[in-house]
């Protein structure tokens, strides 16, 4: 039973340690969010599972403050697509 808690509690811990990461103002966001993808992916093979979704959002809080403005500008028009349309790339792109 104490090991189970104590194991629980680990998992917890290092569940919000991911979630907490952040990159520097800067920082090199490739390197970074890459990190980020190995981390989880360590995770994982420990039993601790971080979801698409707590995934989607601990890159979104843990970016520079005008790079996390820009993506989930981004994301918010992307979800006014139909999903059953692409977005060309150059849409993207800033001007």
């Given at each position: ?38 981390k989880r992916e360590e995770l ?20 520079p403050l005008a790079l996390s ?27």
């Open positions: 039973m104490e090991y189970t808690s104590k194991g629980a509690y680990t998992q917890t811990d290092l569940c919000q340690k991911f979630m907490d990461m952040r990159c520097t103002d800067k920082g090199n966001v490739c390197a970074f969010l890459d990190d980020l993808r190995v994982a093979l420990v039993g601790v599972d971080i979801d698409q979704k707590d995934c989607r959002s601990t890159i979104l809080a843990s970016l403005n820009f993506a989930s500008t981004q994301l918010a028009a992307a979800r006014m697509w139909p999903p059953t349309k692409t977005i060309a790339s150059q849409m993207l792109e800033l001007r």
